[in-house]
């Protein structure tokens, strides 16, 4: 994933710019950069990696180096950006978000009519390179995005900084990613997250349809090409990666996944599920919201079994090794005894992929003396493995505890049921849920359907991707 923000001001961008992009930093843990552009000094750029450091951190000389009134910056899990582009609509600077799926299909097609591509030190091309290189085959920023986002086969929400000193930012085609607008007396603003412009002190001014495409000044927003009318939100923006204090689509992600949680003990009072607990918790961080919803409904108090030490374990996946990663995400867990030896505990997470770290959890939660641990996942099954955002790290849906687990039951014969599994009241969803619990040491099991998550983000299913639940396009 990732997040970008970029401002244009009458004064200098780079205080907005640096603090509101260091707001996206839970979108991406790889690299981060800023662009600035000054009639003076020009285009300056920095780019450094954060896997170890914070952006500020990394950053925090900037006001000293960089100086513009227009300004881009990014976090991202995938590649180096922002990068400086010169090309026959000019020298910009460009970010983007997403992920493309036919990269060597674009990068021939690019080839043929005469680019050339930087190789990156892993030998692949850059994401922003080879979508600018797109951008690059028509006469105007406009006509060359549309292109481009007509011809990637995935996803890819984009900001250029143009040497006029302004911003072109496009969401991506179907609206996976939000973008949002900001305005103040002395400029505009366009970002992912809106809390991060409001804490630089933007008020709100709108929200880019799908594949919508404006251009940003000081002096106002000027749209170069509107919205389509298909719209696909990622639903996982709710549940899983967005901040609790995000809306998108006007929905709160905190509010959300109360209402998540309180579905899923909705659900478990329908089934007749009277397990004794001591405590409902969350899985921290994103679990805790929808652990509160179901401790609400259920009433069942509240707890926090044990807390997350991120003062200096700030990553868990540092490490290359997945040893020393599941090593590191076991450091951080410091247990609350009290609240944990001879407790009967339920805990929701926001999600279950592949279950590493899970049962590393579990098994931290029985040597501290817990009676028993129910688990609840505030999503439904992970069928397919993401090939529009790329959030999960898992290389292929074999990697996906849902998928290993019916191959496991009834080879690929099991592929033809996924319905079935995916619901709980079959015989195959019944039988999923068990195999899973003896994998992972739950005492019980259960996942939020599909018209629960939908229900609780309230917006129309024809609106939302759930395709790594459901495969829908």
Same mark, same amino acid.
């Given at each position: 994933m990732g997040g970008f923000f970029g401002a244009v001001n009458r004064e200098d961008a780079i205080g907005d710019v640096f603090f509101g992009t260091d707001y996206h930093s839970h979108l991406g843990t790889k690299s981060g950069g800023m662009a600035a552009y000054d009639p003076v000094r020009g285009f300056q750029r920095q780019i450094h990696s954060i896997d170890k450091t914070p952006f500020r951190t990394k950053f925090d000389k900037v006001f000293e180096e960089?100086?513009?009134?227009?300004?881009?910056?990014? &976090?991202?899990?995938?590649?180096?950006?922002?990068?400086?582009?010169?090309?026959?609509?000019?020298?910009?600077?460009i970010s983007t978000i997403g992920i493309i799926n036919n990269m060597d299909e674009l990068i021939d097609l690019?080839? #043929?009519?005469?680019?050339? !591509? /930087?190789?990156?030190?892993?030998?692949?091309?850059?994401?922003?390179?080879?979508?600018?290189?797109?951008? /690059?085959? #028509?006469?105007? !920023?406009?006509?060359?995005?549309? !292109?481009?986002?007509?011809? &990637?086969?995935?996803?890819a929400s984009i900001l250029i900084l143009t040497e006029k000193g302004s911003i072109i930012a496009a969401r991506d085609k179907v609206g996976r990613l939000p973008i949002v607008t900001g305005k103040r007396e002395d400029g505009y603003c366009a970002c992912f997250e809106s809390f991060a412009y409001q804490k630089v002190g933007y008020s709100a001014c709108g929200e880019l349809g799908p594949g919508e495409i404006v251009e940003i000044t000081a002096d106002g927003i000027t749209q170069l090409s509107p919205p389509g009318k298909k719209k696909r939100v990622c639903a996982f923006l709710w549940s899983?990666?967005?901040y609790p204090t995000a809306t998108y689509e006007g929905v709160n992600v905190e509010v959300m996944r109360m209402r998540n949680g309180a579905i899923m003990s909705r /659900?478990? #009072?329908?089934?007749?599920?009277?397990?004794?607990?001591?405590y409902v918790a969350g899985v921290p961080d994103s679990g805790t919201a929808h652990a509160i919803g179901y401790a609400s409904n259920s009433e069942t108090p509240f707890g926090r079994p044990f807390i997350k030490y991120t003062q200096t374990w700030l990553r868990s996946f540092m490490p290359v090794n997945q040893s020393e990663r599941n090593r590191v995400a076991k450091m951080k867990l410091l247990p609350v005894t009290d609240l944990i030896k001879d407790k009967d505990l339920l805990f929701v997470d926001d999600s279950i992929v592949r279950g590493t770290q899970l049962r590393e959890t579990v098994d931290f939660l029985y040597s501290n003396g817990a009676k028993t641990v129910h688990m609840r996942s505030a999503c439904p099954p992970i069928m397919y493995g993401c090939k529009y955002l790329n959030f999960s790290r898992a290389t292929s849906d074999m990697e996906l505890i849902s998928r290993s687990t019916i191959m496991e039951l009834e080879g690929e014969e099991g592929f033809k049921h996924l319905d079935e599994y995916t619901d709980g009241n079959t015989e195959r969803g019944k039988k999923l849920r068990s195999t899973i619990c003896k994998k992972l040491n739950f005492d019980s099991l259960d996942f939020q359907t599909l018209s629960g998550i939908i229900e609780a983000i309230g917006i129309d299913e024809d609106e939302l991707c759930t395709y790594c639940w459901s495969g829908k396009e």
């Open positions: 960089m100086k513009g009134f227009a300004s881009i910056g990014c &976090i991202s899990d995938t590649d180096p950006q922002p990068l400086l582009i010169k090309s026959r609509l000019g020298t910009y600077a690019c080839i #043929k009519n005469g680019a050339n !591509f /930087n190789a990156m030190t892993s030998g692949r091309t850059n994401n922003s390179e080879l979508v600018a290189c797109l951008i /690059n085959q #028509k006469e105007s !920023f406009t006509e060359g995005i549309k !292109f481009a986002q007509d011809n &990637i086969d995935g996803t899983y990666y967005g /659900n478990d #009072k329908e089934k007749g599920c009277d397990y004794h607990l001591d």
